[in-house]
């Protein structure tokens, strides 16, 4: 299954704006396999948000969903 | 109510005073209206490090920015007696002194318009997905980051 | 401090919005702000009596008043840590959907300026000796009344 | 002792906008007087002002003062 990724702020510095990724199935999954990749992202402080709704907790993902990491916002 | 398409709040840079004094000067015709209550983020050119702040450059997650943004609007038409709101955010590079948020809640009676305009400014700071990297004169930059309420 | 002349505060007639934007324009120079508040106040065409307001006549008793809005800022700038504060009010003719009172504070963080906006807007209300006279179409008038702080 | 008043608002459809006062030496006497000559005045409602200070209770006038009666404040 694939699973795009966009990435925001601060994060991009690491990880660029976007991943895709083969094989995860759900959000844990997910961070764990990004900090694998991207090992500066382990004490980053960010949300996670799948298909634009913010996640409170380990959430499976489906084919095509995208998740977005969202790192503190800094608007106004 | 729920389904329609939100509203597009980001322009392209800086926000002109002129483009203020439009909005302002297109409420004329509303004439119950008693009080505008006006919120301005201004980009400030501030010293860290002994380096100064030119100008930041904002960036969005389009999409979900603009969901958000409709429903802090919606929950603030519920919550207070409101001619029209209208907020403007920008995307891009913004220099120091220049307008990045215009927040501009209108009211038959101030008090609805003032306090409408506070909350939706204290929910676009927190609640809304957009980041702002401050820019250096000396082109190196930081990641900026907002204060709860200050 | 006490003793320097005070400000006028005056326009004769309604507030142009393009006089709004300039004063916004003028602290763009100004980099340590980072958020401006701004209060308009707008003649209401209210319905009394089945006759609708055309306008408000406004009128005031100018060396007390200015005497009054000096001290109002005196008491405000000690405070508010604010960079700087604006305040026109109209006297004469102000037809419905013009602007008559625009009150203008700018700080380094929002809540100085929101804050500050607002307790000006409401001592102005409530201690400014300016009086205004609302003119019906049928050119009848009656003299408005300020409730408490709506 | 010539005394000056000053009206506003409201008020002036009742009196003008100034009248001259002889003979009265405090505010209270001033008051009185004004009531006297325009009866309209005496149940409105004004607070008043004696060289621009309001004044909570009766005060000497002095030779030139200035006083002014202000109804309710209707700016903004």
Chains 1, 4 share one sequence.
């Not at chain 1, 980053?44 to 995208?66: F, P």
């Not at chain 2, 209108?106 to 609640?127: D, F, P």
């Not at chain 2, 820019?135 to 900026?144: A, C, R």
């Amino acid at each position: 299954m694939q699973v795009k990724i966009i990435i925001f702020g601060q994060l991009t510095d690491i990880t660029g704006t976007s991943v895709s990724l083969d094989n995860v199935t759900d959000t844990d999954n997910l961070v764990k396999t990004m900090n694998k990749l991207y090992p500066g992202l382990a004490d980053k402080k960010y949300l996670v948000a799948v298909d634009k709704k913010i996640i409170a907790e380990n959430s499976l993902l489906k084919e095509n969903s995208t998740v977005a990491l969202l790192p503190p916002f800094s608007g106004g | 109510m729920k389904d329609r398409k939100p509203k597009n709040i980001f322009v392209q840079g800086a926000i002109p005073p002129s483009f203020i004094a439009d909005s302002i000067q297109k409420h004329s015709t509303q004439t119950t209206i008693g009080g505008h209550s006006i919120f301005l983020g201004q980009v400030r050119a501030d010293m860290i490090n002994d380096k100064k702040v030119a100008s930041i450059d904002y960036t969005t997650y389009e999409e979900m920015a603009l969901e958000k943004m409709q429903e802090i609007r919606e929950g603030i038409f519920e919550k207070y007696d409101l001619t029209c709101m209208h907020v403007y955010h920008s995307l891009g590079n913004v220099a120091a002194g220049e307008i990045s948020l215009f927040v501009f809640a209108s009211a038959a009676h101030r008090k609805a318009a003032i306090q409408a305009c506070e909350e939706t400014v204290e929910k676009i700071k927190a609640e809304l997905p957009v980041w702002g990297k401050e820019l250096f004169e000396d082109e190196t930059y930081q990641w900026k980051e907002n204060k709860q309420s200050q």
